[in-house]
Protein backbone atom coordinates (compact mmCIF):
# COMPACT_ATOMS: atom_id res chain seq x y z
CA UNK A 1 0.00 0.00 0.00
CA UNK A 2 1.42 3.80 -0.58
CA UNK A 3 0.59 5.11 1.91
CA UNK A 4 -2.32 8.03 2.92
CA UNK A 5 -2.01 9.84 0.38
CA UNK A 6 -2.30 13.46 0.27
CA UNK A 7 -2.40 16.70 -2.34
CA UNK A 8 -1.31 19.50 -3.15
CA UNK A 9 1.99 18.99 -1.12
CA UNK A 10 2.22 22.96 -1.39
CA UNK A 11 0.07 25.42 -1.54
CA UNK A 12 0.25 29.08 -1.59
CA UNK A 13 -2.81 31.14 -2.02
CA UNK A 14 -4.19 34.86 -1.44
CA UNK A 15 -6.08 35.44 1.60
CA UNK A 16 -9.94 35.08 0.40
CA UNK A 17 -9.37 32.54 -1.76
CA UNK A 18 -11.03 29.40 -1.98
CA UNK A 19 -8.57 26.54 -0.99
CA UNK A 20 -9.43 22.35 -1.25
CA UNK A 21 -7.13 19.78 0.16
CA UNK A 22 -7.19 16.00 -0.65
CA UNK A 23 -6.88 12.91 0.96
CA UNK A 24 -6.52 9.36 0.47
CA UNK A 25 -6.52 7.30 3.08
CA UNK A 26 -5.29 3.89 3.01
CA UNK A 27 -7.56 1.17 2.13
CA UNK A 28 -9.81 -0.34 4.57
CA UNK A 29 -9.17 1.71 7.17
CA UNK A 30 -12.44 2.83 8.75
CA UNK A 31 -11.20 6.31 10.32
CA UNK A 32 -9.97 8.97 8.72
CA UNK A 33 -8.89 12.69 10.52
CA UNK A 34 -7.79 15.43 9.81
CA UNK A 35 -5.31 17.86 11.39
CA UNK A 36 -3.58 21.03 11.79
CA UNK A 37 -0.25 21.73 12.58
CA UNK A 38 1.03 25.13 14.02
CA UNK A 39 4.34 26.52 15.94
CA UNK A 40 1.80 28.11 18.24
CA UNK A 41 -0.97 25.58 19.08
CA UNK A 42 0.91 22.34 17.92
CA UNK A 43 -1.09 19.46 16.50
CA UNK A 44 -4.97 20.31 16.25
CA UNK A 45 -7.38 17.44 15.67
CA UNK A 46 -10.26 19.21 13.38
CA UNK A 47 -12.74 16.24 12.86
CA UNK A 48 -13.07 12.86 11.89
CA UNK A 49 -15.10 10.28 10.04
CA UNK A 50 -15.93 6.77 10.29
CA UNK A 51 -17.13 5.00 7.42
CA UNK A 52 -17.68 8.05 5.11
CA UNK A 53 -19.70 9.60 8.33
CA UNK A 54 -18.61 12.59 10.26
CA UNK A 55 -18.22 12.03 13.66
CA UNK A 56 -16.44 14.82 15.63
CA UNK A 57 -16.03 18.00 13.84
CA UNK A 58 -15.89 20.11 17.08
CA UNK A 59 -12.15 21.05 16.38
CA UNK A 60 -12.98 22.99 13.09
CA UNK A 61 -12.21 26.35 14.13
CA UNK A 62 -14.93 28.61 11.80
CA UNK A 63 -17.76 27.75 9.23
CA UNK A 64 -15.29 28.40 6.55
CA UNK A 65 -13.63 25.30 7.07
CA UNK A 66 -15.51 22.16 5.55
CA UNK A 67 -14.54 18.79 5.40
CA UNK A 68 -16.56 15.63 3.50
CA UNK A 69 -15.71 12.50 2.43
CA UNK A 70 -18.09 11.27 -0.46
CA UNK A 71 -16.56 7.60 -0.41
CA UNK A 72 -14.17 5.31 1.26
CA UNK A 73 -10.86 6.70 -0.67
CA UNK A 74 -11.63 10.35 -0.67
CA UNK A 75 -11.88 13.13 1.47
CA UNK A 76 -11.25 17.13 0.57
CA UNK A 77 -10.52 19.70 3.81
CA UNK A 78 -12.19 22.96 2.20
CA UNK A 79 -11.21 26.49 3.37
CA UNK A 80 -13.52 29.61 2.16
CA UNK A 81 -12.23 32.16 2.39
CA UNK A 82 -8.86 31.50 3.20
CA UNK A 83 -7.20 33.91 5.42
CA UNK A 84 -3.52 34.49 6.63
CA UNK A 85 -4.27 33.23 9.70
CA UNK A 86 -5.07 29.63 8.19
CA UNK A 87 -1.31 29.21 7.71
CA UNK A 88 0.01 25.83 8.57
CA UNK A 89 0.70 21.96 7.95
CA UNK A 90 -2.49 20.40 7.35
CA UNK A 91 -2.19 16.14 7.68
CA UNK A 92 -4.65 13.86 7.00
CA UNK A 93 -4.48 10.51 8.76
CA UNK A 94 -6.07 6.70 8.44
CA UNK A 95 -6.72 4.09 10.95
CA UNK A 96 -8.74 0.67 11.77
CA UNK A 97 -10.69 0.98 14.91
CA UNK A 98 -8.92 1.75 18.26
CA UNK A 99 -5.55 1.12 16.27
CA UNK A 100 -2.34 3.55 15.59
CA UNK A 101 -3.02 6.13 12.66
CA UNK A 102 -1.16 6.63 9.89
CA UNK A 103 -0.15 9.91 8.43
CA UNK A 104 -0.20 11.44 5.41
CA UNK A 105 3.25 13.16 4.69
CA UNK A 106 0.88 16.99 4.92
CA UNK A 107 0.26 19.84 2.75
CA UNK A 108 2.42 22.76 3.34
CA UNK A 109 -0.55 26.26 3.87
CA UNK A 110 0.65 29.69 3.09
CA UNK A 111 -1.88 32.48 2.55
CA UNK A 112 -0.77 35.94 2.02
CA UNK B 1 -6.86 21.58 24.45
CA UNK B 2 -3.69 19.35 25.03
CA UNK B 3 -4.36 16.52 26.91
CA UNK B 4 -1.06 14.80 27.23
CA UNK B 5 2.08 17.22 28.17
CA UNK B 6 5.65 16.03 27.51
CA UNK B 7 8.50 16.64 29.61
CA UNK B 8 10.87 17.99 28.56
CA UNK B 9 9.87 20.28 25.58
CA UNK B 10 13.54 19.92 24.22
CA UNK B 11 16.55 17.32 24.82
CA UNK B 12 20.24 17.00 23.37
CA UNK B 13 22.27 14.44 24.04
CA UNK B 14 25.27 12.59 22.08
CA UNK B 15 24.95 9.46 20.05
CA UNK B 16 25.27 6.27 22.11
CA UNK B 17 23.43 7.74 25.53
CA UNK B 18 19.79 7.03 26.16
CA UNK B 19 16.82 8.99 25.86
CA UNK B 20 14.09 9.22 28.19
CA UNK B 21 10.85 11.28 27.48
CA UNK B 22 7.81 11.85 29.68
CA UNK B 23 4.08 12.56 29.32
CA UNK B 24 1.51 13.42 31.21
CA UNK B 25 -2.28 13.40 30.72
CA UNK B 26 -5.64 14.28 32.58
CA UNK B 27 -8.04 12.05 32.21
CA UNK B 28 -8.92 8.33 31.99
CA UNK B 29 -7.22 6.61 28.47
CA UNK B 30 -8.46 3.84 26.58
CA UNK B 31 -4.72 3.45 25.49
CA UNK B 32 -1.26 5.76 24.93
CA UNK B 33 0.43 5.85 21.94
CA UNK B 34 3.73 7.40 20.75
CA UNK B 35 4.74 8.99 17.39
CA UNK B 36 7.61 10.62 16.23
CA UNK B 37 8.20 13.42 13.30
CA UNK B 38 11.26 14.01 11.61
CA UNK B 39 11.51 17.49 10.14
CA UNK B 40 8.92 18.56 7.12
CA UNK B 41 7.46 14.94 7.34
CA UNK B 42 3.70 13.33 8.89
CA UNK B 43 3.69 11.53 12.35
CA UNK B 44 5.02 8.21 12.43
CA UNK B 45 4.04 5.57 15.38
CA UNK B 46 5.96 4.15 17.56
CA UNK B 47 4.15 1.99 20.23
CA UNK B 48 1.02 1.74 21.56
CA UNK B 49 0.42 0.84 25.16
CA UNK B 50 -3.21 -0.02 26.25
CA UNK B 51 -4.54 0.80 29.73
CA UNK B 52 -4.55 -2.22 31.72
CA UNK B 53 -0.46 -2.44 30.39
CA UNK B 54 2.04 -1.48 32.16
CA UNK B 55 5.68 -1.62 30.05
CA UNK B 56 5.58 -2.73 26.51
CA UNK B 57 9.28 -2.74 24.51
CA UNK B 58 9.79 -2.31 20.67
CA UNK B 59 13.34 -2.84 19.39
CA UNK B 60 15.58 0.10 21.61
CA UNK B 61 12.45 1.35 22.56
CA UNK B 62 10.54 1.01 26.03
CA UNK B 63 7.15 2.47 27.19
CA UNK B 64 5.88 2.77 30.06
CA UNK B 65 2.54 3.50 31.56
CA UNK B 66 1.37 4.03 35.04
CA UNK B 67 -2.22 5.02 35.15
CA UNK B 68 -2.33 5.44 39.01
CA UNK B 69 0.00 8.88 38.12
CA UNK B 70 -2.05 9.38 34.77
CA UNK B 71 2.06 9.54 32.83
CA UNK B 72 3.96 7.63 30.91
CA UNK B 73 7.41 7.57 29.38
CA UNK B 74 9.72 6.74 26.30
CA UNK B 75 12.79 5.42 26.79
CA UNK B 76 15.31 5.29 24.04
CA UNK B 77 18.34 3.13 24.22
CA UNK B 78 21.98 3.75 22.06
CA UNK B 79 20.74 6.76 20.85
CA UNK B 80 21.65 7.52 17.22
CA UNK B 81 21.97 10.46 15.30
CA UNK B 82 18.99 9.35 12.82
CA UNK B 83 16.76 9.17 16.26
CA UNK B 84 16.90 12.96 15.86
CA UNK B 85 12.90 13.89 15.77
CA UNK B 86 10.15 15.22 17.43
CA UNK B 87 8.26 12.66 19.54
CA UNK B 88 4.77 13.22 20.37
CA UNK B 89 2.70 11.23 22.85
CA UNK B 90 -1.28 10.76 22.28
CA UNK B 91 -4.33 9.43 24.28
CA UNK B 92 -6.81 7.79 23.38
CA UNK B 93 -9.97 8.70 25.76
CA UNK B 94 -12.97 8.26 23.84
CA UNK B 95 -12.54 5.74 21.58
CA UNK B 96 -10.38 6.13 18.14
CA UNK B 97 -9.76 9.74 18.83
CA UNK B 98 -6.37 10.94 20.03
CA UNK B 99 -5.27 14.42 21.62
CA UNK B 100 -1.37 14.78 21.10
CA UNK B 101 0.57 16.20 23.15
CA UNK B 102 3.04 19.53 22.06
CA UNK B 103 5.83 16.81 21.97
CA UNK B 104 9.85 16.90 22.84
CA UNK B 105 12.67 18.41 20.12
CA UNK B 106 15.21 15.44 20.73
CA UNK B 107 19.02 16.26 19.05
CA UNK B 108 21.15 13.43 18.75
CA UNK B 109 24.78 14.68 18.51
CA UNK B 110 26.76 12.41 16.11
Known amino acids: ?13 EM ?18 WYRQTMMRGLELLIY ?26 STLKIQPSEPR ?5 FCASSFPGSEQYFGPGTRLTVT | SQQGEEDP ?10 ATMNCSYKTSINNLQWYRQNSGRGLVHLILIRSNEREKHSGRLRVTLDTSK ?13 DTASYFCATDNAGNML ?12
Open chain 1, 1 to 13: DAGVIQSPRHEVT
Open chain 1, 16 to 33: GQEVTLRCKPISGHDYLF
Open chain 1, 49 to 74: FNNNVPIDDSGMPEDRFSAKMPNASF
Open chain 1, 86 to 90: DSAVY
Open chain 2, 9 to 18: QALSIQEGEN
Open chain 2, 70 to 82: KSSSLLITASRAA
Open chain 2, 99 to 110: TFGGGTRLMVKP
